[in-house]
């Protein structure tokens, strides 16, 4: 097993930190390099994906990322700023499928701003698209229009393979759980979605087992605040499932506990906590490591196949939530606040026994 470790920047290095402690515990005799990334490759090598990290993200079997960008990046040239870094990795890689499952422990009911009934025992899976979509498609960029004026443009286009590659996965996923698919477009006012639409419509043919229903993504927005637990699996385009799972992330107390995985066709990975770099908090040794040390559970699951160590890691960290440790994010009176390097420690005491 070798694992490239990109810590990123922000709270990046401080989260991707305990995520290695834990995978280091496991002893699983796994080979780990460390690279920059965003903003830590810009300054190193100016370049926010410097070619050495494409290289070792190429020939790893897998990659845990922690988050990258910071505000004083923002006037860099588009191409040098951090999350340029972070797009291409996942193109260059083909890293077309970004699994986002958005699960409510028990213990952290009282975290959530939505009432306890409503997202008692959410289980969500949000699939989205990742590699296309108007995230990369062209024409793009800011340029003076005939009438002499600044215009931005950014296109939304998806191609028939691209959108049945990432329908097979989500219906073998929904094969896997409660055979409900949703499928989230906007296809009454954009063309891309409608045939967005009609893929999904012609691969659910072979997944004749799957309920498979659509939804516009106003509406899903709203549903996944009014009734989330309608859902199992969503699947959506890039740009709808970057919204949607920063918002089902609230839904399970905190942006801070949901992991990811974005996946090729074999199933090599990246994988890493769905929120970004939060400057504000970055070296406070605050920050939530759970949702980057959820995705080191999934990369045993996905990547290597070994449910039996992403079971032991999630169960390490039902167990220290029910013990009653908590980051700031998550803490609510009467609960045992704990940094950042704490809450690693405790996930790490917790899988010992
Ligand atoms: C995410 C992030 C990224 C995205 C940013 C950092 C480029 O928001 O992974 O959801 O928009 O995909
Ligand atoms: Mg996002």
């Not at 960008?69 to 996942?90: I, N, Q, S």
């Not at 286009?157 to 094969?175: C, D, G, L, Q, T």
């Not at 409608?194 to 659509?214: A, D, F, G, N």
Request: glycine fraction near 8%.
């Amino acid at each position: 097993m070798k694992i490239a470790i990109l810590p990123g920047d922000g709270i990046g290095p401080e989260i991707t930190k305990q995520a290695v402690n834990v995978l280091k515990a496991l002893n699983v005799g796994a080979e780990l390099i460390e690279a920059p990334i965003g903003g830590a490759g810009y300054d190193k090598f100016g370049d926010p994906l410097p070619d050495s990290t494409l290289d070792l993200a190429l020939n790893s079997d897998a990659i845990l990322l922690g988050a990258v960008g910071d505000w004083k990046y923002d006037t860099l040239p588009r191409e040098k700023r951090p999350e340029r870094g972070l797009l291409r990795v996942r193109k260059e890689l083909n890293l077309f499928a970004n699994l986002r499952p958005a699960i409510l422990y028990p213990e952290l009911v009282s975290a959530s701003t939505l009432k306890p009934d409503i997202v008692s025992n959410l289980d969500i899976m949000i699939v989205r698209e990742l590699t296309g979509d108007i995230y990369f498609g062209e024409p793009r960029g800011i340029h003076t229009n005939e009438e002499g004026e600044k215009e931005g443009i950014n296109t939304m286009r998806y191609a028939v393979s691209e959108i049945e590659r990432i329908a097979h996965v989500a219906f073998k996923i929904a094969m896997r759980r409660s055979k409900k698919l949703c499928s989230v477009d906007k296809a009454n006012v954009l063309e891309t979605t409608e045939l967005w639409r009609q893929v999904m419509v012609e691969i659910s043919k072979k997944y004749p087992e799957v309920e498979l229903t659509h939804m516009y993504v106003d509406n899903a927005a709203m549903q996944l605040i009014k009734n989330p637990k309608q859902f199992d699996v969503l699947v959506t385009g890039n740009i709808f499932g970057d919204i949607l799972s920063d918002e089902a992330s609230m839904l399970t107390g905190s942006i801070g506990m949901l992991p990811s995985a974005s996946l090729d066709s074999h199933n090599k990975g990246m994988y890493e906590p769905s929120h970004g770099s939060a400057p504000d908090i970055a070296g406070k040794d605050i920050a939530n490591p759970l949702a980057t040390i959820l995705s080191l559970a999934m990369m045993f699951r996905y990547t290597f196949s070994d449910e039996k160590n992403a079971n032991k890691i999630e169960s390490a960290i039902k167990k220290t939530l029910s013990q009653g440790y908590r980051t700031a994010d998550i803490y609510s009176t009467g609960d045992k606040k704990i940094t950042c390097s704490q809450m690693g420690e405790a996930v790490i005491a917790s899988l010992a026994n």
